[in-house]
């Protein structure tokens, strides 16, 4: 069964400093993709980066990009200067590429302080 | 561009009410998708469709209903309401496949008292 894991329940970073938000996944599938998800305090869900299984590179969205090491299932997402209002729950994602459903991890709440 | 349109934002039933949660999108998505939020908890998909006329079971379908007659609109039912289904609700909706990510609306809010 396909499965997303999000083992840091809590994350602080200062502002301007860059922090790292682990996923790792399991799937038999070979074709999938796996996302990351924002969601402030206000709840939306606001998506940020994306990542296909048979991408060469790593993805990048301004100051978010995706560490991608597909060997070891995993697909960190990383933030380089922090703001605060990075301050939010983050979520990773998988889809599964016949139906387009995402399961999701159980999130990593990160705090920037000044 | 309105996207994913979620009514109400903020419900209170009592046990045993039901309801409709009404979700309606405009970018022509083939796909839509309902999911609960618990408190401190990832999202779990309910009910999907992959067009008008189809739809099929998530991971937790237990206690609801769904219908998709038209490609906007998917509306979720809520039958005999019960505490367990106090939960933050989203719809989501995509394109088939590809790199387009899922458009979430912003959210209902239902409390079961």
């Known amino acids: 069964a396909q499965k997303i894991t999000q083992t840091q329940p809590g994350m602080f970073v200062q502002e301007k400093e860059a922090v790292t938000l682990d996923c790792t996944y399991d799937?038999?599938?070979?074709?999938?993709?796996l996302f990351w998800y924002k969601q402030p305090s206000s709840g939306e869900m606001i998506f940020l980066i994306y990542?296909?299984?048979?991408?060469?590179q790593n993805a990048t969205e301004g100051r978010y990009s995706l560490n991608f090491q597909k060997a070891r299932k995993s697909a960190n997402l990383v933030i380089s200067a922090s703001q605060l209002g990075d301050s939010a729950m983050y979520f990773c994602?998988?889809?599964?590429?016949?139906?387009?459903?995402?399961?999701f991890g159980t999130g990593t709440r990160l705090q920037v302080f000044p | 561009n309105a996207g994913v349109t979620q009514t109400p934002k903020f419900r209170i039933l009592k046990i045993g009410q039901s309801m409709t949660l009404q979700c309606t999108q405009d970018?022509?998505?083939?796909?839509m998708y309902w999911y609960r939020q618990d408190p401190g908890m990832g999202l779990k998909l309910i009910y999907y469709?992959?067009?008008?006329?189809?739809?099929d079971k998530g991971e937790v379908p237990n206690g609801y209903n769904v219908s998709r007659s038209t490609t906007e609109d998917f509306p979720l039912r809520l039958e005999l309401a019960a505490p367990s289904q106090t939960s933050v609700y989203f719809c989501?909706?995509?394109?088939?496949?590809?790199?387009?990510?899922?458009?979430f609306g912003d959210g209902t809010r239902l409390s079961i008292l």
């Open positions: 989501a909706s995509s394109s088939p496949a590809g790199v387009q990510p899922q458009h």
């Open positions: 469709s992959v067009g008008a006329g189809i739809t």
């Open positions: 970018m022509n998505h083939n796909y």
């Open positions: 799937t038999s599938d070979p074709s999938y993709g």
């Open positions: 990542q296909g299984s048979y991408d060469q």
């Open positions: 994602a998988m889809r599964e590429q016949a139906t387009d459903k995402l399961i």
